[in-house]
């Protein structure tokens, strides 16, 4: 399996500032997401990002509030911009694609937990 | 649509068995994975099974795959405290759709 790091690992962070979380890789991947898991819930996919080009949003995730860059085939940063407490949720970044194992299997950071007060 | 349904909650005896429950809704699933959720940690991959199975074994896993029904099922054998956690199931068509998440308590 992969080593996937995310940083920070929690934070608490003030109303409508801005947190970027990265994801780093320690070997290539073919793909990469961004997912968000709110208190007591399950796991919702933010969006796909794509090496080279603009992330592809899932329904309900725009952009503006969410800029992900993918410079490399390692590395990964999601942005969550302008936050209001309702942005409090533990986000996760998941690959697929690595190596000899093709797409079949996917694995998780150990997630960024973060606060909006 | 998509939709991946499972139990909120179970509770077994260390050393039983436990069974966690998932029904899904996309029939064109390519995979269905059962993920393990500690506190405070990330996802842990713990078995998938491919669509044109029926059933998988791993050591102390074994999923079973009903795809008429649409239903899946991950059997922990002899069950410990260290099983304690939630599960996900999650089906695979072109992206990764979870289910509700089972937590599972194991008490002595």
């Known amino acids: 399996s992969a080593v996937i790091s995310q940083k920070p690992s929690r934070d608490i962070c003030q109303r409508g500032t801005s947190l970027t979380i990265q994801c780093q890789v320690d070997s290539q991947v073919t793909m990469m997401f961004w997912y968000r898991q709110q208190p007591g819930q399950s796991l919702t996919l933010i969006a796909t990002?794509?090496?080279?080009?603009?992330?592809?949003?899932e329904s309900g995730f725009v952009i503006d509030k969410f800029p992900i860059s993918r410079p490399n085939l390692t590395f990964s940063t999601l942005t969550v911009s302008n936050m209001s407490p309702e942005d409090s949720s533990i986000y996760l970044c998941?690959?697929?694609?690595?190596?000899?194992?093709?797409?079949?299997?996917?694995?998780f950071g150990q997630g960024t937990r973060l606060t909006v007060v | 649509g998509e939709d991946v349904e499972q139990s909120l909650f179970l509770s077994v005896r260390e050393g039983d068995s436990s069974v966690i429950n998932c029904t899904y809704t996309d029939s064109s699933s390519t995979y269905l994975y059962w993920y393990k959720q500690e506190p405070g940690a990330g996802l842990q991959l713990l078995t998938y099974i491919f669509s044109n199975m029926d059933m998988k074994q791993d050591q102390r896993l074994t999923v079973l795959l009903n795809k008429k029904d649409k239903h899946l099922s991950l059997r922990i054998a002899d069950t410990q405290t260290g099983d304690s956690a939630i599960y996900f199931c999650?089906?695979?068509?072109?992206?990764?759709?979870f289910g509700t998440g089972t937590r599972l308590q194991v008490f002595p």
């Open positions: 990002a794509n090496q080279g080009s603009e992330a592809t949003y």
């Open positions: 999650a089906e695979n068509t072109d992206k990764l759709i």
């Open positions: 998941s690959v697929r694609g690595l190596g000899s194992l093709g797409n079949t299997e996917a694995f």
